[in-house]
């Protein structure tokens, strides 16, 4: 094993380690425990989809100042984010949310009217800002570790979509097949995990380079926690019925 063959295989372990640790977060544990009501669903629903949107804005951000091959990376990872997949009959991301919420008793209409939280505004900035004003290889830590840490294949006890899915089908009695939403992500999640470390494969070079991966990494990883908790937060005044 060389010198870099090791450094990427101790950088892989270290962001599946740490990916696994924050379902450990207060966070994450108090979005997790608070019992689902068909309000609170929608609520997250609307929260998810601007951060959906948000996200394709910060991986068109890193692509723009990427390498050529890595771009290609990010065209091919966000063809089915934005234009859906025929072969498996799939809308884009944002419209599967919009259709995943209707099983909860929200509207298409009614959807497009709601506004995300002041929580929510501040976390999907915050993710702006960090793909935007950090360097490529930084960015793409912060786009790649969300999909490390929604990956059933890495995440011991399944990733948050999967985990939100079971929470539905429990708590409410919504069957998967009326989480489109949910399906996707778990479906592709374990392919898109891999896209950080295959960037990693072909660009890093040094330890400042694994540094500026796990920078990425702990950033958005906060972002998220701030996000689930303000979310977790609001959910919990909510009545519980």
């Given at each position: 094993m060389?010198?870099?063959?090791k450094?990427l295989a101790e950088l892989?372990?270290?962001l599946?380690?740490?990916?696994n640790?924050l379902f450990k977060?207060d ?6 425990s608070?019992r689902?009501t ?5 609520f997250?629903m609307?929260?998810r989809?601007?951060f959906?949107?948000?996200r394709?804005?910060?991986w ?11 771009k290609?990376?990010i065209?091919h ?5 934005l ?12 419209t599967l949310?919009?259709m995943?919420?209707?099983s ?20 999907t900035?915050a ?7 950090t ?7 912060v786009?790649?570790?969300l999909?490390?840490a ?5 995440i011991r006890?399944?990733?948050?979509s999967?985990?939100?899915a ?6 409410l ?7 489109p939403?949910?399906?996707?992500h778990i479906a ?8 950080l ?11 400042d ?5 796990m920078?990425?990494a702990?950033?958005?990883w ?10 977790a ?7 519980n019925?």
């Amino acid at each position: 094993m060389t010198k870099l063959t090791k450094r990427l295989a101790e950088l892989e372990i270290q962001l599946h380690r740490e990916a696994n640790a924050l379902f450990k977060s207060d966070q994450y544990r108090k979005l997790f425990s608070t019992r689902m009501t068909r309000k609170r669903a929608q609520f997250y629903m609307v929260e998810r989809g601007a951060f959906v949107m948000c996200r394709r804005g910060c991986w068109a951000s890193v692509q723009a100042r990427a390498p050529l091959d890595v771009k290609k990376m990010i065209w091919h990872h966000e063809r089915d984010e934005l234009a859906g997949n025929e072969e498996r009959g799939a809308a884009d991301h944002y419209t599967l949310g919009v259709m995943e919420a209707k099983s909860v008793g929200l509207s298409a209409q009614a959807f497009a009217k709601r506004t995300p939280s002041e929580g929510t505004l501040v976390c999907t900035l915050a993710w702006a800002q960090a793909a935007d004003r950090t360097p490529w290889l930084e960015g793409c830590a912060v786009l790649g570790a969300l999909e490390i840490a929604n990956a059933d294949g890495i995440i011991r006890g399944g990733g948050q979509s999967h985990r939100m899915a079971d929470k539905l089908v429990k708590e409410l009695g919504i069957p998967m097949r009326r989480q489109p939403s949910n399906i996707e992500h778990i479906a592709l999640e374990d392919g898109h995990s891999e896209f950080l470390m295959a960037v990693a494969g072909h660009h890093v070079k040094s330890q400042d380079d694994c540094d500026k991966i796990m920078s990425g990494a702990h950033k958005t990883w906060a972002i998220n926690k701030m996000w689930l908790g303000t979310m977790a937060d609001t959910m919990a005044r909510m009545p519980n019925k």
